[in-house]
T-cell receptor, first 114, second 112 residues
Framework: DSGVTQTPKHLITATGQRVTLRCSPRSGDLSVYWYQQSLDQGLQFLIQYYNGEERAKGNILERFSAQQFPDLHSELNLSSLELGDSALYFC?????????????FGPGTRLTVT | GDSVTQMEGPVTLSEEAFLTINCTYT??????LFWYVQYPGEGLQLLLK?????DKGSNKGFEATYRKETTSFHLEKGSVQVSDSAVYFC???????????FGIGTKLQVIP
């Protein structure tokens, strides 16, 4: 158990809909990262937050947005969903914003868009 | 930009065989290098890391040496077990914000 929790574990929804994925980092970790894992694209970094502020952006679509709240939990919002958005979404956390600190991954949310 | 190249799997080995999974990288700065492992149905977890040239990361019998001259970080294990069956990701991180670039992952299957 990494200490990172993600909810829900599974999500099935229809095209065009909007969903919110939630992540609680390990106690004491200030950085949260979101990744998308799909069969054809592998593991893609989406976005990073540190102590409530956006710090780095990867291959995140404009239809997707995220935020980190004062209690450090984070939410990833996916809107106007398409079939291609079906994937595993991982959240990870680490202590620092910089340096080679280890990232701890949650168990993931499996999103299926039908 | 930064990138990580690792061999595509699946790699199938018999128990107690020697394992090598190749990983090479390109980076705009001076990266830290990682191997993560993903067991079936789980998230990724850090297996080992190295932060500077010639460092050797090791954990659970796995080893990888940071080779700056060949921009490589190959993962090795002398004797694999069935329980090592998983997907292995090579990754790098450059700079202050911990953005990690992952390779595509190599699936390892160890058969008894």
């Amino acid at each position: 158990d990494s200490g990172v929790t993600q909810t829900p574990k599974h999500l099935i929804t229809a095209t065009g809909q909007r969903v919110t994925l939630r992540c609680s980092p390990r106690s004491g970790d200030l950085s949260v990262y979101w990744y998308q894992q799909s069969l054809d694209q592998g593991l893609q970094f989406l976005i990073q937050y540190y102590n409530g502020e956006e710090r780095a952006k990867g291959n995140i679509l404009e239809r997707f947005s995220a935020q980190q709240f004062p209690d450090l939990h984070s939410e990833l919002n996916l809107s106007s969903l398409e079939l291609g958005d079906s994937a595993l979404y991982f959240c990870a956390s680490s202590v620092l914003a910089g340096g080679p600190s280890e990232q701890y991954f949650g168990p993931g949310t499996r999103l299926t868009v039908t | 930009g930064d990138s990580v190249t690792q061999m595509e799997g699946p790699v199938t080995l018999s128990e107690e065989a020697f394992l090598t999974i190749n990983c090479t990288y390109t980076a705009t700065g001076y990266p830290s290098l990682f191997w993560y492992v993903q067991y079936p149905g789980e998230g990724l977890q850090l297996l080992l890391k190295a932060t500077k040239a010639d460092d050797k990361g090791s954990n659970k019998g796995f080893e990888a040496t940071y080779r700056k001259e060949t921009t490589s970080f190959h993962l090795e294990k002398g004797s694999v077990q069935v329980s090592d069956s998983a997907v292995y990701f090579c990754a790098l991180s450059v700079g202050g914000y911990q953005k990690v670039t992952f390779g595509i992952g190599t699936k390892l299957q160890v058969i008894p």
